[in-house]
């Protein structure tokens, strides 16, 4: 295969021979491209066959376990990745339709060193993408996507014989069978359970009624043209629309899950949407009863209370705040033997004895379900309110261009590192320090904090504000972030704000 080409008209006779793939779709730690704008079939047959070539110049053995999410051309699409891994010889045992942490589950099920799962995670209709992994239970990173970009990009491939293909049944059921286990609960819990018709539809009601919860069904049925809202547990419609079912239907608490399953958002008794991170809190206050002076991994988008809440210092708890990016959050709670990780997105890496160190949005379900069940009297309000106030802002992306973002980020984080070095002030507070370990983090002399970071999926930066003091503290932080942001003008507007 010669080398891809960046763009190729589409309905031309090169659009259905010659491999297009624009350089951009190639993240930190996926690969995710809108189709066929940007990526084309063989385009796709390109990157399978690139992964092969980089599977067999690591000395991995050559079997992978390959999925694909419920859109109308996802299939289509793995298809022409599964070419490419056979043409670089390449054994390919295909689970079928998949959620992403099935998948991962499957290269465990099945003992296969490699796994490719074809999908776009939350991005709407039109996207698609590739998440990856050899070292299980991590996905690439970096270093690998790096790796994977020149082979590709460069037609650097490496054609072998040997290729091959099977269907293997049963990976649902076994995948089901692991996260439900002998668990039954002790007390009655109802459930809105939201799917948005995503693929998370083919799982999480069974899995609910399989652990004896009451579930009140929210978009559950498999539609990929997404009717209600896109699958998105970030994204206040999706939380919003929970809310409204549980009120609605006097529930305990809702969940609900995105387009491949890997994340879970929570909505308690209350009809108040609780962030991933806070949930994380929740979890970790739990957890760290059970297995005492734990480490928690956090991404630098969370809330400081992993750092600061009384009773995780009291259970010896401690927090390592880290890179947004599942790849970056499942590579340090591994290496640091972390009992967990939680990223503000709803990405929770749940590991041994919990879970297998992946992010999967079932399993955070299931173990929702089991803290409840072991706080009998207790609601999720209840947790919620338990927890140290502090005042929080949505996860925020202004628009910045794939091919700039880095560029107008590093000027940002700049101009940030030098406010703190000049003792200048942010929201009317000392700055106490500035945390550049992903973008920056800007820590004020009483714990709040605002950030900003690039968005390592789509053509945005990101912008997260929490304030230890007050709504009003919230709002100066935001806006004295924002005020520097303003200064590029490459930014544009936000996809939501407070």
């Known amino acids: 295969m010669t080398k891809p080409l960046p763009t190729v008209t589409p309905n031309t006779w090169e659009f259905l021979r010659d491999a297009m793939i624009t350089p951009t779709g190639f993240r930190e730690y996926d690969a995710r491209w809108k189709y066929p704008d940007a990526i084309n079939l063989p385009g ?16 991995i053995e050559p079997v992978i376990a390959v999925g694909n999410d419920y859109r109308d051309y996802s299939l289509a699409i793995k298809n022409a990745v599964v070419l490419g891994l056979m043409r670089a010889g390449i054994h390919v045992k295909d689970i079928g339709p998949a959620l992403s942490p099935m998948a991962y589950f499957s290269q465990f099920f099945l003992d296969a060193p490699a796994v490719a799962m074809i999908t776009a995670s939350h991005n709407p209709n039109g996207w698609t993408g590739v998440k990856m992994g050899f070292e299980r239970p991590l996905t690439h990173g970096p270093v690998e996507m790096a790796e994977l970009r020149d082979i590709v990009l460069n037609g650097d491939f490496d054609e072998a014989p040997g290729g091959g293909y099977e269907f293997v049944e049963g990976v649902r059921e076994a995948y089901i069978n692991d996260l439900v286990g002998d668990f039954k609960m002790s007390r009655p819990l109802k459930v809105v359970c939201a799917t948005g018709n995503g693929t998370a539809s083919a799982f999480a009601p069974e899995i609910f009624e399989r652990i004896g919860v009451e579930v009140v069904p929210s978009h559950n ?36 899950f995105d387009g491949d399953g890997d994340r879970c958002g929570v909505v308690d008794d209350e009809g108040e949407e609780i962030f991933a991170d806070k949930v994380g809190v929740i979890m970790a206050r739990d957890l760290s009863k059970i297995y005492p002076n734990s480490t928690f991994v956090a991404d630098v988008k969370s809330t400081g209370l992993f750092a600061s809440d009384p009773e ?9 705040y880290w890179k947004t990016g599942h790849s970056h959050m499942k590579r340090r709670v591994k290496e640091i033997d972390a ?5 503000k997105s709803g990405h929770y890496f749940l590991a041994e004895p919990i879970g297998r160190g992946y992010d999967c949005g079932m ?9 409840m069940d072991r706080n009998p009297d207790k609601s999720m309000s209840d947790l919620r ?22 560029d107008i980020l590093a000027r940002i984080v700049d101009k940030l590192v030098a406010k703190g070095e000049a003792g200048d002030k942010l929201a009317g507070r000392d700055i106490a320090q500035v945390v550049t370990v992903n973008g920056a983090r800007v820590i004020l002399d009483n714990g709040s904090w605002g950030l900003v970071r690039a968005s390592s999926n789509t053509p945005n930066l990101v912008v997260v504000c929490e304030s ?13 972030i924002d005020a520097v942001i303003r200064t590029e003008p490459g930014v544009g507007d936000y996809d939501q704000t407070f």
């Open 363 to 371: 399993r955070v379900a299931v173990e929702i379900c089991k803290l």
């Open 468 to 480: 230890a003091d007050s709504e009003d503290e919230l709002r100066a932080i935001f806006a004295d």
């Open 221 to 256: 049925e498999l539609d990929y043209t997404f009717p209600n809202y896109n699958p998105n547990p970030e994204d206040m419609h999706m939380l919003h629309d929970m809310a409204d079912t549980l009120k609605a239907s006097g529930a305990d608490l809702a969940l609900g």
């Open 385 to 406: 309110k338990a927890l140290p106030k502090v005042w929080n802002t949505p996860t925020m992306s202004p628009y910045a261009a794939d091919t700039e973002k880095y």
């Open 44 to 59: 796709m047959t390109a990157l399978g066959l690139g992964l092969g070539t980089q599977m067999r110049r690591r000395g």
């Open 339 to 343: 009992l967990a990780g939680f990223e």
């Open 312 to 320: 995780l210092k009291a259970n010896g708890a401690m927090a390592d």
